[in-house]
């Protein structure tokens, strides 16, 4: 059973973990302290996030597995995957193992030159895209039929009041109302809370150190990066960074995938396709930032 290398990672009940190796039958987590994954080999459902060319991600959602300890490594095992998963994890592994997607621990990414690949995974993506809609709108219509029925059933219970108990119902209102207008004079309202997402300093950041960040935009020109500079300058330590040929906008150094997908909200109401992935900290590689939010 031949085990392939890769850039990926393990989302499951609200935990990232990154995954080091993927086979067949189940994979290899980086795991510094085991936890809730293999406590009593207990099922587990999560997701496998699989970036490629910067900008892509391939995401396999509701993965059921189980970990355990084997010789100091956290192994975890599939179970029950339905068909549609065992087919794509198939066609992953093998086109890692043919070197038609490469794994570039260096530059925290996994590539493909082969269109047919990039095809077939892009397809994946528009399909699983399509699947999430349609559950959208039928959950959407769902709700607005239980609404307009239970609308319906509070309407003919109350319709039944008569004249005289809804007279009286409407003069206490009046009179409530005006006793809330004199006692709202002398009421204070408290400050609001600042509700600012706290950033990150730079001074706790290692060179060389991995941390989570949130990828915006690629390209192969700096040119296409100016005005993109500035339309995400709320997010903290925006900079472009210069990774072989490609020029990648990105965004933000957080220790935590929850704070992360914080920013990641806003950033995708400008930038659609924006996604949180491991960075290294490494200034060298910055052609271009703006920190004035860091």
């Known amino acids: 059973m031949e085990k392939v290398n890769l850039i990926a990672h393990l989302e499951v009940n ?9 086979w067949e039958k189940g994979f290899e987590v980086e795991i510094p302290t085991p936890g809730e994954l293999t406590k009593s080999n207990e099922l587990l459902t999560g997701k496998i996030v699989i970036p490629y060319d910067f900008y892509n991600e391939i995401v396999i959602e509701d993965v059921k597995f189980s970990c355990s ?69 039928i959950t959407i219509v769902l709700a607005t039929i239980l609404g307009a029925f239970v609308l319906t059933g509070l309407y003919n219970r109350f319709s039944s009041f008569d004249e005289k108990q809804i007279s009286i119902t409407t003069r206490k209102t009046k009179s409530d109302k005006r006793k809330t207008a004199l006692s709202s004079k002398t009421i204070i309202p408290p400050p609001q809370k600042d509700r600012t997402i706290k ?7 290692k060179k060389g150190q991995t941390y989570y960040c949130i990828q915006l935009a690629t390209g192969t020109s700096i040119k296409d990066f100016d005005k993109k500079l500035k339309d995400v300058s709320f997010l903290p330590f925006i900079r472009i960074e ?11 150094f957080w220790n935590d995938y929850k704070t992360a997908k914080k920013f990641l909200r806003d950033a995708r109401k ?20 703006d920190l004035s939010n860091s």
């Open 14 to 22: 609200g935990e990232v973990y990154r995954i080091k190796k993927l």
């Open 69 to 137: 300890i084997e010789d100091g490594k956290c192994i975890c095992s599939f179970i029950s995957l339905t068909p549609k998963q065992q087919k794509l994890l198939r066609f992953i592994i093998d086109s890692f193992r043919k070197k038609l997607i490469l794994y570039v621990p260096q530059n925290s990414m996994n590539y493909t030159e082969s269109e047919a690949i990039r095809k077939t995974l892009k397809n994946f993506e528009s399909s699983e895209k399509k699947r999430k809609n349609y559950l959208k709108v």
């Open 199 to 205: 950033k990150r300093k730079d001074e706790n950041l």
């Open 242 to 252: 210069k990774i072989g040929k490609y020029y990648s906008l990105r965004a933000g």
């Open 270 to 289: 400008i930038y659609p396709e924006a996604f949180i992935r491991k960075c290294y900290y490494l200034p060298e590689r910055w052609v271009k930032k």
